[in-house]
Every structure is written in C-alpha cells, then in structure tokens.
C-alpha cells in the first residue's frame, strides 16, 4: 500500500511503541522505549462496521511494515490497534524507528509512552448526607429525572459489581444506543445489569511496563476500592444506612443516582509507583466513545504535557467532537503553583475543597487545652483515661534517625520507650495509617498526627489502626510547647463522631493541584472546585479501607480523599445537565458548571485555603461547584471544535498539524485574535504587556427573555471596560457578543497576577466569569 494513501484510513493515527515482551526480535537495536506518534482522526463516515475497523487495522501493519522492512514483524509488534474513532496502533519498537517515523511529513508528533496516576490521597459527596449544600435538591433532581439514562464511562481501577450502588432495581431496559460489552469472560463471577451495563479492562501498555501477567488481571474487577469509589460517586444508586464504622451514616447516591455507568479498567497495581498508561488509557476512550457514553470520568492524570503528548488530551477531544462531557481531576500536587494536570480547554477540570461534615476527634490535654482533630479510627480510648504523650522522636530505636522516628516509621520505635504512650508523629513521607500502625507495633495506645506548614489546616479522617487524630499545625506547635514545657505531659483522645455544618466551609485542601497551566496559561485552570475531603462512597470487598496488607478490615463503604473523589461530583452533575438538557454541548455543561460555582464559604466569606489564606482562582477556578443553580443558568458560554482549533493555532500548532489532528483542511485564522477570544466562561490574560487587551465572549441565551447588565469588579492595578453594559434577549438560542478591555491603571502597580470577575444579571440569574490578569 502505498504511503500517500495513508490518509484515507490513518488521518489521526496514534503509534504507541512499547518495549517487545516477545522472543522474535524486532529491529537489530535493543534500544527498546515507548513512544505515541500522532496523526489525525479516522474517515469513517456513518455507523462504524466490523469491516471498516479490519481495514484499518490492516492498514496500520502496512504503515509499519513499511518501516520495519517486513509487514510480519510490524503485525508481531502491535498489540492494540485503535479503530474506532482514535486511528492509531500499539507496538513493541526502538527509539531510533521512532525518530524516524517522528520526521514523517503526516506525523504530528511522537511521544513516550508515559505512565499516570490516579488522583487519591489515601493513608499511604454526593455520597454521604443530603444536608450539604452541594447536593442537588429533591426538586432539582426530579426535573433532571436523577440522571436517568445518561449513560456516564469511568476510566479507572474498575469496579465492585456487588456493591449496592450499582443495583439496577428499578430501572427499566438498557437504552438501545448502548454499544458496550461486560467483558468477563475470564471471571465467571462478574456480572453486570440494567445499572451497570458495560465493563472492559485494558492492560496491554501496563504489561509492556512492568512484564507478561497472570490470569488474574484478565478481569475488570476493581481489587484496589478506587474506581468503584469514583464510579459510585458519580452515578451510584440510592443506598440507605451507607456509613464508615457508623460515621457518615445516611443514604449514598451519586450525582446522577440513575444514570447507567460503565467501568473501564486502566490503571492496576503499581510497578515502581506507576498505575495506568497512556496505551491503555487511549485504548479506553476509543471505546467509551463508541460505546455510547455520555459523560467520561477521568480520575488520573500525568505531568502537564503539550495538547498532542498527552493521551487524556487526545482521548478527550475526539469524546468532545462526539459531544460527550469529558470530567478530568486537577491533580494532588498542591499547594504549589503551577502543578495543575489535565488542562485541555475541551475538558472539564476539578479541584478539591472541604465539604460542611467533620469526623471530629479532639486532642485533650493534662492542662485542659482541646485541639479539634478528625479521624475515622473505630477504636477508641477508655472514657476521660489519660495517657503520657511524648514526641515519636523520644522513642527512637538504636541506630534510627531522629527524622525517622519522628515520621513514625516502621521499626524506627523503641517498645521500650512507646508502651502505654500516645506519640507524636510529623505528617509526610511514609503514609498516614502505616504511622499508626509502627506506633501500635511498638507498644503505643494512641498517636496524634501533626500537620506541617506547607499542610496547615488541611486534616484528613483516616481509618486508623489504634485510637489516633490528627491535628492543625497552629495546634502542632502548641501541642509541642506543652509537651517541652511540662514535666509530665499526659493527653486524651476523644472517640471519632460526625459533625455536620462545619465550618468555614468549602476550604481549599491543600493537595490539591494549582494554576496557572504550564501548558497554556491563557486558560485558566482549574476550572472548578467540589467536595474532595473524606468523601464516602462504595468500595471494593478485595482490600481493607486503609489499602494496607497488614489490614484486615474490609467496608462497604469508605472515606478516601483527592481531586479524584472532586472529580465524579462534577461528573454527575454532568449527567444530570445532559439528561435535562441533550442538545447541549460539553462547553456548554461546563459554562453552565462554571458561571453558577460560588467564591464564598458558608460563614459567609471568600474561600480560603488550608493556611486559612484566602484561595484564588488558580485554587478554585470558577469557585465550589452549585448545581442547583447549574440546571438553571441563564446564559452560557457555547464553543465548539473549531473554536478549539483557532486556539491550538495561537498556541503555536501549525495548520497542517491541526488538519490531520482534526480530520479536515483547516486554516488558521489571526493568531493574535484568536489567543484571548475562545468563547471560555473564563477570561485569563497571562501577560498584559501593553497598555491594554481586549478580548470578545459570545454569550447564547438558554432561559427566559430577558435583559441582562453588566457588573465588573476589577482586579487591582487594572480598569475593566465592558461594551455593550447591557445586553437584551428575546428567544432562547439567541446569541450576543460583548467586549472587555482589559488595562493597566496608570501609576505604579504591583507584579505579578491579579483576580476579579464580570457578572451578566436580569437580577435571577447571576453569569459569573472570574478575570484573571499578571501585570
């Protein structure tokens, strides 16, 4: 076949080279690596046939073939081949053919194949109470019909079939568009039903990492209790009594409580600190888009990367062309800037933040000082018995650092000096519960974790293993001075209790990843922030809640923190927008996500982070996520796939790359234009050299006529000028276009990035878009 025909079937090929696990050798080097090498979308055209994929698939071994010398040992080198909507294939080569398919003139780019993580902070809602002010209200959720049909994908550890949250009582027929499998063939056990009505696992890129795999992979079971809590959370049916050793108890239900779900395992046990690759992980989306989901929840992510070496990118625009709702966590390298993940304008990005619920566990000292802490550990201290309580570093093993024993970790602890006393131990390092359990094996009744600067207020309720809290770094530092101070210094441990209506709340947890974006920061990221701290929901049977071997416990239910757990209540607030409202697009779900959120805790102030600083926009984005306002926006901010492809124009993507990435001839327009003005519910301008900037957003009219004014409140140092001030609706779909100049304010002003916000209001409904300037 010859190259030039390459188009007709391969406009958007991904080759992924994996390192070979066969005995046949592929080229003479041994210099094996992975990589993904970009080229276009497919050319199908209607419905997607069997035969339609073959050809392809043959196509991809003569491409290869035609580099390798021998069409046989392309086909021995490629293990997936995407056929559906993302063209491309996954094969065993070296580096040196990568660099030379990388020079082909229809290559848009290659890539490593890189390993990702999944976004939780384990010790190492919508679930839970209707109370919380970001649980959709019995009306709301009854006009959206709780979600009913959506049909919401989750590409993560697989799922938990027994689990309560995805019985399908009371649900009628699968919905007749639905094109998935329950792939158990392999695990006789596994069964899926009206609620969950598809499974698959992918593990070929993880095999190619980490070495050939047992049978016992072959299985979209979620063995790790991840994926069945994301899933749950997003689309989990109602489930009364749900509860963490009697903490948290009430009814669980996801964002969308009947929607179908389907579970699409990428990520596995962890080789070297790796889950989840990008083979396996674009191999998913090519089949969660042909599947016929609705909404793809994506709870992981790797480094920032460029828009094309970045598979979630990648699989999530073509779910965008298909108009699904792709939901992305932000990502838990915060508190430090610029360590946002998943950045692709056409995805929906979700920080984490507190919800108004605490599992308190106070620290009582002999001085009769309380310092409130939170844990889940069911074991608990005699009634008012008091206990010694020394710093962990005091009870230092020989031949043991001071740094480690104060960390708690395992065998760093003399029995001799811990028994019968509760220590002190430092956050970080080694994971939370398996400092307990070092206290524990060396004889101490109970630990308190203390927070770190860089932690602040920011407490987790872990499942621990003996009577433990952990406490505020304000609360650190006095715990300390008592204990220096005082010469025998003795300490209580209350036992764990649910607190509702806490606050401040949402504060901002401190894991939680930052903008600006690195990738693009003209966008700003995240977009979002919901419910990510001691969120419960389903869990798997195959692993204790703390994930740790030593335990044996096993829930139905867990708390687990992490954008991971923010994620899926953004992606059933999805669920519910898309039953309500079908003929909206992904940018106008997240317009409407967006433009509803809240920048005030419930006291009520601005949010604050975990330093109890107040947050900004590159914290939270838009704010804490509200969705009964979000079924009832006002107006939104519409784009579409062409807006997507002016805007990778002014990044610095060339028109021929945007061509094939796209699957059509596309001409750029001004880049210059275009950089400021994709119509995002967001207005970011990352270096306002010049005087001033003016940037243009089109807002379409999705309520009642109506005339909406304009409010700005402008960010220090810079003068916001909107024209028109008022703009006049008279039909819904009706579209209008406003422009903001955005200038410096003369006189000195500071560096550095500065916040505001624009507001639309006919005095129902409040359009908000957070302004973010650096001067």
């Known amino acids: 076949m010859k190259r030039t025909n390459l188009l007709s079937f391969l406009p958007f090929l991904v080759l992924l080279l994996l390192p070979h696990l066969g005995s046949k050798p592929i080229l003479a080097s041994e210099d094996v690596s992975s990589y993904v090498v970009y080229f276009g979308s497919h050319s199908h055209v209607g419905v997607i046939t069997q035969d339609a994929m073959d050809r392809v698939r043959e196509t991809h071994y003569d491409f290869l073939g035609s580099f390798t010398g021998s069409r046989e040992i392309a086909t021995d080198a490629i293990f997936y081949s995407y056929t559906k909507h993302i063209n491309g294939f996954a094969a065993h080569l070296d580096h040196d053919l990568a660099s030379a398919i990388s020079k082909h003139p229809e290559v848009v780019s290659v890539f490593p194949n890189k390993a990702l993580k999944l976004h939780t902070t384990r010790s190492w809602d919508f679930m839970g109470l209707e109370h919380n002010s970001y649980v959709p209200s019995s009306s709301i959720w009854r006009k959206a019909r709780f ?24 649900l009628g027929p699968i919905p007749s568009r639905w094109k998935g499998i329950c792939q158990n063939q392999k695990e ?29 992979f072959d299985s979209p079971r979620d063995i790790d209790g991840h994926g069945s809590h994301t899933l749950s959370t997003a689309g989990g049916a109602f489930v009364p009594g749900a509860n963490v050793f009697g903490q948290g108890n009430g009814t669980a239900k996801g964002g969308s409580p009947r929607a179908r779900v389907a579970a699409y395992k990428v990520c596995w046990p962890p080789a070297k600190g790796n889950e989840c690759y990008d083979a396996d992980v674009l191999a998913a989306f090519d089949a969660a888009i042909h599947d016929g989901a609705d909404v793809i929840s994506v709870s992981l992510g790797g480094e920032p990367a460029s828009f094309f070496k970045d598979s979630v990118a990648i699989g999530s625009f073509h779910a965008a062309k298909k108009g699904i709702v792709v939901v992305c966590s932000a990502g838990n390298s915060g508190p430090a800037d610029s360590t946002v993940s998943n950045v692709a304008p056409w995805q929906i990005t979700v920080g984490a933040s507190t919800m108004d619920r605490e599992f308190a566990s106070n620290l009582i000292l002999g001085n009769g000082k309380h310092y409130k802490g939170q844990s889940l550990a069911p074991s608990s201290l005699p009634h008012a018995k008091f206990y010694p309580i020394i710093a962990a570093s005091e009870a230092k093993a020989k031949n043991v650092t001071a740094s480690d ?47 770190t600067n860089a932690t602040g207020n920011d407490l987790t309720a872990d499942p621990h293993v003996l009577p433990a809290t952990q406490i505020s770094f304000k609360d650190s530092l006095a715990l300390s001075r008592y204990i220096s101070q005082t010469k025998k210094p003795i300490a209580h441990i209350t036992p764990s209790r649910t607190v509702l209506g806490t606050k401040p709340a949402p504060v901002m947890a401190a894991f939680s990843s930052k903008g600006p974006s690195s990738v693009a920061p003209e966008i700003l990221k995240p977009d979002i922030t919901a419910p990510g701290v001691s969120v419960i929901a389903a869990y798997t049977g195959a692993v204790s809640p703390t994930n740790e071997k030593f335990d044996p416990r096993r829930l139905l239910f867990n708390a687990v923190s992490g954008t991971s757990m923010s994620c899926p209540h953004v992606s059933g607030i999805a669920g519910l927008l898309k039953t309500r409202y079908p003929s909206w697009s992904p940018a106008a779900i997240r317009s409407a996500i967006m433009t509803t959120a809240t920048t005030m805790d419930d006291i009520p102030r601005p949010i604050l982070n975990s330093t109890y600083m107040k947050a900004t926009p590159f914290s939270f984005g838009a704010g804490h996520v509200r969705p009964n306002l979000a079924v009832n ?8 796939i062409k807006d997507y492809l002016n805007f990778l124009c002014s990044l610095g993507y060339n028109a021929s790359q945007i061509s094939v990435f796209s699957g059509k001839v596309f001409a750029c327009s001004s880049r210059k234009a275009s950089l400021y003005n994709l119509n995002y519910p967001s207005i970011t301008v990352p270096n306002l050299s010049s005087s001033k900037v003016t940037v243009s957003r089109t807002v379409k009219n999705v309520g009642r006529p109506s005339t909406y004014t304009v409010r700005v409140n402008n960010p220090e140092g810079v003068y916001l000028a909107v024209q028109p001030t008022s703009l006049n609706f008279t039909k819904v779909g009706e ?21 505001g916000d624009l507001v639309w209001s006919d005095k129902k409904h409040r359009v908000r878009s957070p302004i973010v300037v650096k001067l």
């Open 633 to 640: 926006p006002g107006l939104v901010y519409d784009s579409g």
């Open 147 to 170: 979600g009913e049909d959506s049909i919401i994908a989750n590409l993560d550890t697989g799922v938990w079939p027994e689990s309560k949250s995805f019985s399908d009582e009371g």
């Open 405 to 451: 024993a104060q960390l708690c970790k395992i065998g760093s602890l003399d029995p001799q000096k811990a028994k019968g006393k509760i220590l002190v131990c430092l956050r970080g390092i080694n994971g939370r519960v398996e400092k307990g359990r070092a206290v524990a094996l060396a004889g101490g009744v109970g630990m308190v974790l203390e927070n």
């Open 735 to 755: 579209q209008k276009t406003f422009k903001v100049t955005i200038a410096k304010r003369k006189g000195k002003v500071a560096k550095g990035y500065v916040f």
């Open 188 to 216: 006789a056990t596994f069964h899926c039903n009206r609620k969950l009505i598809g499974a698959r696992y992918f593990h070929k890129g993880y095999a190619a990492a980490v070495g050939p795999l047992n049978s016992s």
